[in-house]
């Protein structure tokens, strides 16, 4: 709270009506103006597949919460979810690395990326999200890293993520975050995100 709003630059009565409809849910859901993390697991777990998706729920509120109170208001959600909707490969991709890179310090090791793989497989094959995929998160995470890191030194920097996910749609396919996967039955996160 008390930070300058910059939200996205979508002009017209239907982005302020569609703008007020997301602060009307947020506020019923939380009336506090506030998400804390308890919270955001809470409607995110309940609305997809239970305690399968709490790794994931919790990646993704860090995520959110770019100021890093451990709290994510109203602006910090709809400039994430407007993102993630409307943004371009290059924004959500660098959503996505801040996803990944748990402890923001600009780079992606393999056991970052393997602890959000593992999450994200553990989740979607609890709730059959995804059509099965033949490789396991391990062999996932070696295959983009593979790929990605060009110079071979065990990380990802966020030049590196964004021209290698580019340059490969199956590396963007599995890294690039899309609201429409995530099948939720919650008010939350159904009306928010669709």
């Not at 208001?73 to 990944?100: N, P, Q, T």
């Not at 602890?115 to 490789?135: C, E, F, G, R």
């Not at 490969?168 to 159904?190: G, S, Y």
């Amino acid at each position: 709270m008390g930070q300058a709003a910059n939200l996205p630059c979508r002009r017209g009565e239907t982005y302020v009506t569609e703008l007020y409809e997301w602060f009307r849910k947020f506020i019923h859901e939380c009336p506090s103006g506030l998400i804390t993390l308890h919270e955001f697991q809470r409607h995110f777990c309940d609305g997809t597949v239970g305690r399968e998706s709490a790794e994931y729920a919790e990646q993704i509120f860090r995520t959110l919460d770019s100021n890093g109170d451990g709290l994510v208001d109203f602006r910090e959600y709809v400039m994430a979810i407007s993102m993630l909707i409307e943004g371009s490969a290059v924004e959500k991709l660098r959503w996505s690395f801040k996803l990944f890179d748990k402890d923001r310090d600009g780079a992606i090791t393999k056991e970052e990326m393997l602890d959000i793989m593992q999450a994200v497989y553990k989740m979607s094959v609890a709730a059959a999200l995804t059509k099965p995929n033949p490789l396991t998160a391990e062999e996932c995470t070696n295959r983009i890293f593979v790929r990605l890191d060009k110079d071979n030194n065990a990380i990802i920097s966020l030049e590196e993520f964004i021209e290698g996910a580019l340059d490969d749609d199956w590396i963007r396919e599995m890294l690039e975050c899309d609201p429409n996967t995530v099948k939720v039955e919650r008010p939350f996160f159904e009306q928010s995100l669709g």
